[in-house]
């Protein structure tokens, strides 16, 4: 056994030269050059989404594989350092202003400006593509992403390239791929490019089964460390190849990139069972060479007595099976290599018919008893050819004969032959039609046919051609007349009229035949015959044999064919009658754009047609259902239930469909009337169909207009009536206690009047402000201007003054703000308004307890609560919200609500209310809006 280089010296070769080299530049550091302590431990910075290099895991730890690799570097270097992660760009930006020490980015150009590589490469960057598995993969190499839309990291190197290559209108930035990938994931649709094996990462750590990974050609580098300590790097480097020659890496990998690749080697016991199983194969070997010597010899034999069987049975078309009478079981043999297939009784009965197949065990059930004393028997039977695979039904006849026998003389091999004689039953039957044929056709009763012999006398004639010509079948045979008197020709030889025909028109009068043939032709004036002749010539084809002649009287054809011409020409004028008729119809329903509709209750199928011979739709019930609006399905089924009912009833009908007809529904107007086809036999209905769409529309929009005056007459009123109660109550404390103060009363009394008219005023003008801000709102006077806003100091600021409008005694107030710095594009204006009034209106209705106010930023949208443990608010109250009714019959609400609510739907967010009379309100505000930058607190 070879024994492996001893890996010590190995090693220790290898850290000399590294720690060689680290010695000679050391002198060469700059002024980076610094020593980390436990106080100012070194600070390496990543990323805090590449999965599954750096990311942050559940426990909010920096994991991955990078985060590994520099701890057992730094381990090894026993250096003290901090691991941070947090965006690629911001990485790059601290290692500029020296806040961070160390970081890891790709080897391109581009990073060079932040300090130097190491010379060391941790791993080799490679781009792919995500994609839903069912959709094509349009984007293999970096040129594609200029025809192509796809996901990228916002200000990441392939939202670089592509904007250095003028490709930016294709990029979709993001700033979570994370979140894209599971869009991608959730609606099917997109693609996004980011590093295999994060995308690999992700993938199985979310189980996204319905997402595929393909690699793009985009080459990117390798990704090394990046330092301003030249110093640092250079141990890095020489831990960094002591640790790969130690394969540390190895299993690293393995778990972040190749979670399924095992190591696996061979147990020792494999290998001693691998050199038995050698020894035993051995004599193993040389008996199955012995005997497969012997085997061979035998083969050869018994494959030359099959080739004779083979050529045998081949010649003479005959396949061949036994019958075993023990296993009741048949072999079939191959007729090409004699080998045979082992059929139970049930299987082989499927290549025959029931009856036939009964027969046939009938008749090998009477050899084996012996009821059946003959050597041979022969069945005919009918059946697939399955041994050739052909469908057609062939005429097979089977012959059985014992093969073998017992000693008792008992049959048990029953021998069949099988032969197609299907081509032989088929010539016999072809023969026997012809015969047929050719007496059917020579007693046909409608045209005549005589016979003559090679001299030209006649030998046979039917009834028919007797009849044509007047005379007696048996006189007429035994005259035998010649076909030049019969009709005068002057041809002498029979093969020169073959093919030939003629009309000819006869004078029975005047006639040759009158003279010579007068006494057995008794036909008189004058016949116009159409005459066939052929020639029929013996097998060689060389004698001609027999003349047949075919003749008919086509008096009654030319007369039939003069009636058709006077038809065709009076149909050929009602033809261009109903020719204009049709189009004068299309061009009313082309101009008009109507169209002609027919229902078949038989088929319940209605059929739409835009001329009279264009169908130009076809629908089925369940389709028509499909395209009416659910206004109009009632009615519409209704109908169709009196039409499959086969009613006598025309009706007309308006109906309402979910097509569109421009920026309205389509309207059509249906008028129908049943009808009978006295052809075909069926009921029908038949009508017109015209669109109304517009007239619908017409009325549509004055019905709107008289509704949407009267709901504006009854809100004014309303809001009228609720504003005069609303500003009547504070307004009547106030002038009730200035009225008390004119009177002789105590300075108790006095400071208690005094902070009522104080209290009522403040209420009374903040309800003055909120009807202002509700007119404004009303008259389309507020606008919605998005700007950057830092929304943590707007949040806290218009909290606070919200809170000191009503300062309630013995109540809380409890802020949360789970964010450092929160910069929003939102109306900071008018989200200030709509704090203010949700904090003061909360503090207004609670009396103790605790008011708390928090937001938070997910999805894209920001979430602000506020939850109060006042009396709550009623049913009845939190529907007039709903309904952004102006002004509440409950001094308690007013209008703060129902304002706050109109204001975040125009900014197309939403306000939500969950409370119940006596248990608190819970006032959730969601409005959508982005975020260019989040610093979000940390919580020890």
Sequence with gaps: MQRKPNKRFIYTLVAIVLFSTMAANASSSNNHTRTYTNEHPLIYEDCWDMYPYSFLNEQGKPDGYNIEVIKMIFEKLKIPYTIVLKPATQNQADLNHDNADLIVVRSTGFFSRFGHYSRNSISLITMSLATPIDKPVNIHT??????????????????????????????????????????????????????????????????????????????????????????????????????????????????????????????????????????????????????????????????????????????????????????????????????????????????????????????????????????????????????????????????????????????????????????ELRMEQDAEERLIRYKTIFDSSTIGIIVFNAEGQLTNINEKACSLFQCDKKDIIRQSPSFRTLFELEEDHIEALDGVSMCRKVDFDNHLTSKELGHIINQSGTQIFEIHMMVACDEANEHANNLLVVVEDIRQHIEIKKQWKDKLARKRDLQHQLDNYIDHTNYLLKVSGMRIVRYSPETHTLCVKDNLSHVQYELTQTRCMTLVHERSQKRVMHLLSKMDNRSQEPFCMEVMTVIRSGENPLWLRFCMTPVHDDIEEKDAYFGICYDISELKANQLRLDEAYSTAREIEHAKNSFLKNMCYEIRTPLTAVVGFAEMLSTDITPEDEHVFTKEILDNSDHLLRLIDEILFYSRIDSDMVKISPTPTEFTELFKTNCQRGWDMAHPNGVNFIMEIPYDQLVLNIDGYNIAHLLTSLISNAAFNTKHGFVRVRFDYIGRRLIISVEDTSDGISDRELQLIKQHTGGSIDERIGISLPVCKQLAEMMNGTLEISSESGQGTIVWVSIPCQASLIKRKKFI
């Design 142 to 423: 970096f040129s594609d992403l200029s025809k192509q839309r796809v996901t990228v990291l916002d200000s990441g190197m392939v939202h670089r390239l592509m904007i250095d290559y003028e490709w930016g209108a294709n990029a979709i930035p993001v700033k979570d791929i994370n979140e894209a990938i599971l869009r991608v994931s959730d609606t099917e649709q997109g693609q996004v490019i980011w590093y295999k094996p994060s995308l690999e990462y992700l993938k199985r750590t979310y189980d996204l089964d319905n997402i595929q990974i393909t690699d793009v050609d985009i080459p990117l580098g390798e990704a090394r460390f990046v330092s301003h300590n030249q110093q640092l790097l250079n141990q890095i480097d020489s831990v960094y190849t002591l640790l790969n020659s130690e394969d540390r890496f190895e299993p690293l990998q393995n778990k972040w990139f190749y979670p399924d690749r095992g190591e696996w080697q061979m147990p020792a016991w494999a290998w001693w069972l691998m050199g038995i199983a050698t020894l035993l194969t051995i004599p193993l070997l040389y008996s199955l060479y012995y005997f497969r010597r012997k085997d061979r010899q035998l083969a050869k034999s018994y494959d030359l007595k099959n080739q004779r069987m083979s050529l045998i049975l081949e010649a003479s078309g005959v396949r061949m099976w036994t019958y075993n009478v023990h296993t009741e079981s048949f072999n079939w043999y191959d007729r090409d290599s004699m080998n045979y297939i082992t059929y139970p009784a049930e299987e082989f009965s499927h290549r025959y018919y029931t009856g036939d197949f009964n027969r046939l065990m009938r008749v090998i059930e009477q050899l084996i008893d012996g009821s059946i004393t003959d050597e041979q028997v022969s069945l005919d039977i009918k059946a697939m050819d399955a041994e050739t695979g052909d469908n057609q039904e062939h005429d097979f006849q089977i012959q059985l004969s014992v093969l073998q026998r017992n000693k008792k003389g008992n049959p048990i091999v029953i021998l069949g032959t099988k032969k197609d004689i299907t081509d």
